[in-house]
C-alpha cells in the first residue's frame, strides 16, 4: 500500500513544521504547567499528557497517511454516522466537565469527538462535492452540505461547547466555496446569518454567560472583575512581554495563573508573554507556512475531491488559529477555540495531527491514479 | 446548465485557492500589526499593570521606642500581637460573602466589619485595611484554616504597645491608636500614613515622631488568589528611638500605692528642683493604655468618655482647683520680696479682722494672737495673710505667684496643658470688664475667691522657692538612644529666674518646715531626719451654700493639699499632692510622706520602704474653709461681692 514512490513525494517540510509548532506548545504548556515547590519544583501532569497524546497523534497520522484519501472518503458516510453517534453518547453519557458534557472518558483519557468533527465533515463535503461533477454551484447543494453540517454543529453546541460548533462552520465555507459556490449565493447566505442567525440565536440560544461574554468584549473595562477579566489579562499577559518577552518560564501572568486555562486557550498568550513580540512573529510565520503550504496542496491535488478535502480542513484551521491568536490578545471575545497543534488538549492534537496526514497524504498522492 | 470542463474548473479552483491565500496572508498581517501595537507600541503600560497584578507591598510596622525611667529600667515595651486585614482587591467581588463568613468563623459582628471597610474605604485599594485588631490565636488560626474560603483576608503580626500592669503612670504614657482624619490633615503629621499608629496622649503623643520609628517594607509577588509566592525585596522596619524619662518607676509606684492605701482619686506631681525634672506625675482615676494599643473597644471608650470621674483626664495639668492655704506660699513670698514686710513682721490675730467695711474671720475662733511669718505660715493664720495681702495689693500678689508658675503654663513635654488663673486688675478688666474691688484681694491672699490652679503649677511653685527662684520647665525626657548610645537631652530652659534673697526664702522655708514638724498641719508627713517642709491646703468643692443645697446629689466634700520639698535646707525634691473629696490637707501628707520615703530609700541604696495605710483621721480644726464671713465672689459662686 505505501509504495516507494509515494514516500518519495511525502511533504517531509510541512511534517516539520507541524512538529516543531507542537514542540513549542509542549514547551509553553511546561512553562504554565510547572509547579513551584519551595525546595524546586517539578513539571506538571499536563506534559506527560501532551506527550501521549503526540505519540497517538503520530500513529493517527500514519494511519491517515497510508490509507488513500479515496478511499476514505468513500467511506466518510459511515465515518459520518460514527461521529453523530459518538456526539449524542456523549450528550447521554459523556462526562460533565466545567460545566459540560464533552467528553467519553477511556481509561486514564478523556477522549472528545467534537474535536473530530472537523475531519469528518471536510470528508463527506468534499465526497459529497467532489465526486458529483458539477461542485457546489446551486442552492440545492448548499443545503445538503448545510445540513451535513449542522447535525454535528447543533450536537456540538448542546453540550454546549459553541467555540468548537462554530469552528465546522469555516470548514463548510471552505468546501463550498472552493466548489464554486455562487458569489451572490454566498453573499445572501451572509446576509441571512447576519440578519436572522445573530438576532435569534441571541434571544434563543445563547446562554446567558454567552451574552455577557459578547457584551464584555465590546466594553472589558465595564466589568474588569468578572468577564472582562480574562480579555484584559490576555492584554497585559502579552503586551508586556515586549519585544524579546520575560524569558522561559519567566512570565508571571501565565505563572501566577492570573490568566485563566493559560496552557489550554490561551497558551499563545504565554508565548507572547514570555518569548516577545519575536516569538509571536516566528510562531505566526510556522502557521501562516504550514496553511500557505497546505492551499498549495490543494492547488496540486489530483481531483477536487483532494483539493475540497485539503481546502476544508485547512480553512477550519486556519480559522481556529486566526480565531485563537486574536482572542489571546484580547483581540476577539473569549470563546473556547483552542489553538491547534499548540493547546493542551489530547484529542484536539490527535485530530489536528490526523487531519495534516489527510492534507500530506493528498499531496503524496497527486500523480497516482 | 453546461457541465464546466475540467480546465475551467481547475482554473476557478486555482483562483478562488488565491482568494484564501490573501484572505489568510491579510489576517495574520493585522494579527502581526495587533501584537505590535500591544508588544511594542504600548508595551510599558502593560508592563505596569503586570507589575501591578503579581507585585504587593506590604508594610512591616515599625516597634515604637521603648521607653525606660531615669534608672533605665523598662517602662513601656512591645509585643507583637496580630491583626486581620483584607485586600480589597481580591475580595472585591464577594467582599460581603467573605465579611459574613469573617464574623461567623471569628465570633465578630458582621456590622462592626462592614463599617470597618466603609470608614476606610477611601485609602487606596491596594493597601489591605485592619479589620480585627489585637486578633486572639483562635481568630488567626480560624482565619488560616479558612484562607481558601475567605478570599483576600489574611493576617498580620505587628507589635503592639505593652503598658505596665495596674495602670501605673497612664496618664503620662498615655497611649497609642489609630492616627484620625483630623490629625492627617495637620502639618505636624505630614509623612504619616492612614491607618498607622500614632500617640494619642501623654508622651506617646508629645515624642511620637521620635517613638514612631519608620516602617519597612517588604514587596512580594502573589498569585491570582492573593497566594505569596516568594519574596522580591525586603527593607526591615527601623525601630523608634528609646527614650529615657526623668521618671522613678519606683516613686511613681510609691505615689500611686499611696492614693490608692487612702482611697483617693487625684494628682500629684514630683519634681528634681535642681532642673525640673520630673520624677513622678500621677492622675487618678487612671485607665489601662493596654486597651488602646490594638485598638479599644467601642464600649470600653465610651465609658471611659461618659465617666463622672473623667478617667482620661490628667488631672495634673488639666485639672484646676482653688489653692486654699497653700496660695499664702505665694503671698509671703511676694510680700517678702516686695518689702513691703520682713520675717519679723507681725499682725495680732484675735479670731477675725475687718477690712473695707467687712468682717473676714480666721480659722481659729479665738486667735493666733501675735504671730511672725514664720508662725503664720505654720499656723496658717488668716489674719496675717489678710494683712499682708491687702497691703501688697492683687497685682503685686498676681506678679509673685506668676513668678512662681501659678497662674502659668509649665511648658512641661505633655500635651493638653491648661493654665491657671490668679486674678489681677488687668484680668479683670478684661474678662468682666469691671474694676478691681480692694475688698476682693482679702479673699485672694488665702487662695479662695477666683484664685485656680493645677496641680502641676504648683509643683512648680514648690521647686522655685526650694531652688531659690529658678523656675525651670518640667520635664520628662532625659535622654536618647540613637542607636549607638544614649545622647543626654539638653533640659529646656528655665521660664524665669527671679533670684529671691537668701534670708526671705530661709523664712518661708522655716515656716514650712514648721507646718510638718512643728505644730502645723502637716505632721503626718514628718521623716525622722528629713525636714520635710510642706503646706497643707483645703479647697472647697463648692460655697458652703451650694453644698447644702447639692448634698446628696454629688460628692461635696473638701479637696485636700498638700506641697512639699525635702529636705528644708538644699532641697532635693519638690512637689505635690493633691487628694479629691480629701477633706483636710492632712490626710494628703501621708502620701507625700511615702513618696519622699522611698526616693531618700533609693537615694541612699536602701531597702524601699513599705506602705503602712494611715486612714484619714478626724480633720484637724485647722484650716480656712469657714474663713469669710461672706463667701468670695467668682464665676459659678454665690455672687455676693464684698
Not at chain 2, 486688675?425 to 474694676?435: D, G, I
Request: glycine share 10%.
Amino acid at each position: 500500500m505505501f509504495e516507494r514512490r509515494l514516500y518519495f513525494h511525502f511533504d517531509w517540510l510541512l511534517l516539520v513544521v507541524i512538529l516543531v509548532i507542537t514542540g513549542i506548545g509542549i514547551a509553553m504548556i511546561y512553562s504554565t504547567t510547572y509547579v513551584t515547590l519551595p525546595d524546586g519544583g517539578h513539571a506538571g501532569p499536563q506534559v506527560r499528557t501532551q506527550l501521549y497524546a503526540l505519540a497517538i497523534g503520530l500513529v493517527a497520522f500514519l494511519v491517515f497517511v497510508a490509507l488513500d484519501y479515496r478511499l476514505l472518503a468513500e467511506h466518510s458516510l459511515a465515518l459520518y454516522g460514527a461521529l453523530c453517534a459518538l456526539l449524542l453518547f456523549v450528550l447521554i453519557k459523556g462526562s460533565t466537565q466545567m460545566g459540560a458534557q464533552r467528553w467519553i472518558p477511556i481509561g486514564p483519557f478523556n477522549f472528545q469527538p467534537s474535536e473530530f468533527g472537523r475531519v469528518v465533515i471536510a470528508l463527506i463535503l468534499a465526497m459529497y462535492f467532489g465526486e458529483n461533477r458539477r461542485g457546489a454551484r446551486n442552492p440545492g447543494d448548499l443545503v445538503a452540505g448545510g445540513i451535513f453540517t449542522g447535525v454535528p454543529l447543533l450536537l456540538i453546541a448542546k453540550q454546549p461547547d459553541l467555540g468548537t460548533a462554530v469552528t465546522l462552520i469555516p470548514v463548510f465555507l471552505g468546501v463550498t466555496f472552493l466548489g464554486g459556490l455562487r458569489m451572490r449565493l454566498l453573499g445572501v447566505l451572509a446576509l441571512v446569518t447576519v440578519l436572522v442567525l445573530v438576532p435569534v440565536a441571541w434571544t434563543f440560544a445563547l446562554k446567558d454567560y454567552q451574552k455577557a461574554r459578547i457584551m464584555t468584549f465590546l466594553d472589558p473595562e465595564k466589568d474588569p472583575r468578572g468577564e472582562g477579566y480574562q480579555q484584559i489579562q490576555a492584554r497585559i499577559t502579552v503586551g508586556s512581554g515586549g519585544l524579546t518577552g520575560k524569558g522561559f518560564r519567566g512570565g508571571t501572568q501565565g505563572q501566577y495563573k492570573f490568566l485563566p486555562v493559560a496552557h489550554n486557550d490561551f497558551i499563545f498568550s504565554v508565548l507572547a508573554e514570555e518569548q516577545g513580540y519575536l516569538g509571536v512573529l516566528t510562531a505566526l510565520g510556522l502557521y501562516l507556512f504550514v496553511i500557505l503550504r497546505s492551499l498549495q496542496t490543494a492547488r496540486l491535488a489530483k481531483d477536487r475531491l483532494g483539493a475540497y478535502l485539503v481546502g476544508g480542513i485547512i480553512a477550519g484551521f486556519s480559522f481556529q488559529v486566526i480565531y485563537n491568536v486574536a482572542m489571546s490578545a484580547g483581540l476577539a471575545p473569549v470563546k473556547g477555540i483552542t489553538l491547534p497543534l499548540m493547546s493542551y488538549g489530547g484529542s484536539s492534537l490527535i485530530a489536528a495531527l490526523a487531519s495534516f496526514g489527510l492534507i500530506i497524504n493528498v499531496r503524496m498522492r497527486r500523480f497516482t491514479n | 446548465m453546461t457541465t464546466p470542463t475540467l480546465s475551467d474548473d481547475r482554473r476557478h479552483l486555482t483562483t478562488r485557492l488565491t482568494v484564501l491565500q490573501g484572505i489568510v496572508a491579510g489576517a495574520f498581517a493585522m494579527l502581526a500589526v495587533g501584537f505590535w501595537v500591544f508588544q511594542v507600541a504600548q508595551r510599558e503600560k502593560f508592563e505596569v499593570m503586570a507589575e501591578n497584578n503579581h507585585s504587593r507591598r506590604l508594610q512591616l510596622p515599625a516597634p515604637r521606642g521603648v521607653l525606660f525611667d531615669r534608672n533605665l529600667k523598662v517602662l513601656v515595651e512591645n509585643q507583637n500581637t496580630f491583626n486581620i486585614t483584607l485586600d480589597r482587591e481580591q475580595a472585591k467581588s464577594n467582599l460581603s460573602d467573605t465579611l459574613r463568613l469573617l464574623a461567623e468563623v471569628t465570633g465578630t459582628d458582621e456590622a462592626v466589619l462592614k463599617e470597618t471597610v466603609n470608614r476606610k474605604r477611601r485609602e487606596p485599594s491596594y493597601r489591605p485595611i485592619v479589620l480585627i485588631e489585637n486578633a486572639t490565636l483562635e481568630q488567626v488560626y480560624a482565619v488560616r484554616v479558612r484562607h481558601y474560603e475567605l478570599v483576600g483576608i489574611d493576617y498580620q503580626e505587628v507589635p503592639a504597645r505593652k503598658y505596665p500592669s495596674s495602670d501605673l503612670a497612664a496618664h503620662l504614657f498615655g497611649y497609642v491608636s489609630e492616627v484620625n482624619e483630623a490629625q492627617l490633615a495637620r502639618s505636624d503629621y505630614s509623612g504619616i500614613e492612614p491607618g498607622a499608629q500614632v500617640g494619642q496622649a501623654g508622651i506617646e503623643q508629645s515624642y511620637n515622631k521620635l517613638l514612631m520609628g519608620t516602617d519597612g517594607d517588604r514587596f512580594v509577588v502573589v498569585n491570582s488568589l492573593g497566594r505569596e509566592m516568594r519574596e522580591t525585596s525586603v527593607t526591615p522596619p527601623k525601630e523608634g528611638r528609646r527614650l529615657q524619662l526623668t521618671i522613678d518607676a519606683d516613686v511613681q509606684r510609691a505615689v500611686e500605692e499611696g492614693f490608692h492605701a487612702a482611697g483617693y482619686n487625684g494628682a500629684a506631681v514630683i519634681l528634681d528642683p535642681h532642673n525640673g525634672e520630673v520624677l513622678s506625675l500621677v492622675s487618678l482615676p487612671a485607665y489601662d493604655p493596654n486597651a488602646f494599643s490594638g485598638g479599644i473597644d467601642r464600649a470600653t471608650w465610651n465609658s471611659l468618655n461618659t465617666d463622672k470621674l473623667k478617667p482620661l483626664q490628667n488631672r495634673a495639668l488639666q485639672g484646676r482647683y482653688s489653692p486654699g492655704s497653700t496660695f499664702k506660699i505665694a503671698v509671703a513670698t511676694a510680700g517678702l520680696q516686695e518689702g513691703v514686710i520682713t520675717p519679723d513682721f507681725r499682725v495680732h490675730c484675735s479670731g477675725g479682722a475687718s477690712f473695707y467695711g467687712r468682717y473676714f474671720q480666721c480659722w481659729k475662733k479665738g486667735g493666733h494672737g501675735t504671730v511672725d511669718l514664720r508662725h503664720a505660715i505654720e499656723q496658717s493664720c488668716n489674719v496675717y495673710f489678710y494683712t499682708v495681702g491687702n497691703m501688697l495689693g492683687v497685682d503685686k500678689i498676681h506678679k509673685w505667684a506668676s513668678a512662681l508658675g501659678l497662674g502659668e503654663k509649665t511648658g512641661i513635654d505633655l500635651p493638653n496643658e491648661v493654665q491657671g488663673l490668679v486674678p489681677s486688675t488687668q484680668w479683670k478688666r478684661q474678662r468682666f470688664n469691671e474694676k478691681w474691688y480692694a475688698g476682693e484681694t482679702i479673699s485672694v491672699a488665702i487662695g479662695q475667691g477666683q484664685v485656680s490652679l493645677t496641680p502641676l503649677s504648683m509643683a512648680v511653685m514648690m521647686m522655685t522657692v526650694a531652688n531659690g527662684g529658678t523656675r525651670y520647665t518640667p520635664h520628662l525626657l532625659k535622654a536618647v538612644d540613637d542607636g549607638p548610645g544614649w545622647t543626654p537631652v539638653t533640659p529646656p530652659p528655665p521660664k524665669d529666674v527671679v533670684p529671691m534673697k537668701p534670708e526671705n526664702v530661709a523664712a518661708i522655708r522655716d515656716g514650712l518646715w514648721a507646718v510638718v514638724n512643728g505644730a502645723g498641719t502637716g505632721g503626718r508627713a514628718r521623716i525622722v531626719g528629713r525636714d520635710v517642709s510642706g503646706k497643707t491646703g483645703t479647697a472647697q468643692v463648692i460655697s458652703l451654700t451650694g453644698a447644702r443645697a447639692m448634698a446628696g446629689k454629688m460628692d461635696v466634700r473638701d479637696h485636700g493639699w498638700f506641697v512639699f520639698f525635702a529636705p528644708r535646707d538644699n532641697p532635693q525634691i519638690a512637689g505635690v499632692v493633691f487628694a479629691e473629696h480629701a477633706e483636710h490637707g492632712a490626710n494628703a501628707a501621708p502620701i507625700a510622706k511615702y513618696a519622699i520615703e522611698t526616693y531618700f530609700a533609693k537615694l541612699e541604696g536602701k531597702p524601699l520602704p513599705t506602705l503602712t495605710p494611715t486612714p484619714p483621721t478626724a480633720v484637724p480644726a485647722d484650716d480656712p474653709v469657714v474663713a469669710p464671713v461672706t463667701p468670695p465672689a467668682g464665676p459659678g459662686r454665690s455672687g455676693q461681692r464684698p
